[in-house]
Nanobody, 125 residues
Framework: QVQLVESGGGLVQPGGSLRLSCAAS????????MGWFRQGSGMQREFVAA?????????YEDSVVNGRFTISRDNEKNAVYLQMNSLRPEDTAKYYC?????????????????WGQGTQVTVSS
């Protein structure tokens, strides 16, 4: 089992920034690629960004991110981060951290085995 705990969400004005963190515990962190997904009210959970086990390769949903978000990981701290800049009201959602081993599906929910409880991000003036 891998336990994932997200933090860093909150209320931010349009154009603002937030940095989400996800702390992992349990199995060997470097066995997993890590991803961020989000789910707005009444919406499907969608892929946002992912990073491979050593942090050298990153993946983004360009239609969502559009160059505004950056994913990173710190394997010494067993943590993954999502830096979000230029936030928009449509970014309002609950953001979930996930860990997976099937790299073929790194952009898809099925590629992940463990999920956190999520952290709420609300972008509003």
């Amino acid at each position: 089992q891998v336990q994932l705990v997200e933090s860093g969400g909150g209320l931010v004005q349009p154009g603002g920034s937030l940095r989400l963190s996800c702390a992992a515990s349990g199995r060997t962190f470097t066995d997993y690629h890590m991803g961020w997904f989000r789910q707005g009210s009444g919406m499907q959970r969608e892929f946002v960004a992912a990073v491979n086990w050593n942090g050298k390769r990153t993946y983004y949903e360009d239609s969502v991110v559009n160059g505004r978000f950056t994913i990173s990981r710190d394997n010494e701290k067993n943590a993954v981060y999502l830096q979000m800049n230029s936030l928009r009201p449509e970014d309002t959602a609950k953001y979930y951290c996930a860990a997976g081993t099937n790299g073929e599906y790194i952009r898809h929910k099925v590629g992940y085995d463990f999920w956190g409880q999520g952290t709420q991000v609300t972008v509003s003036s």
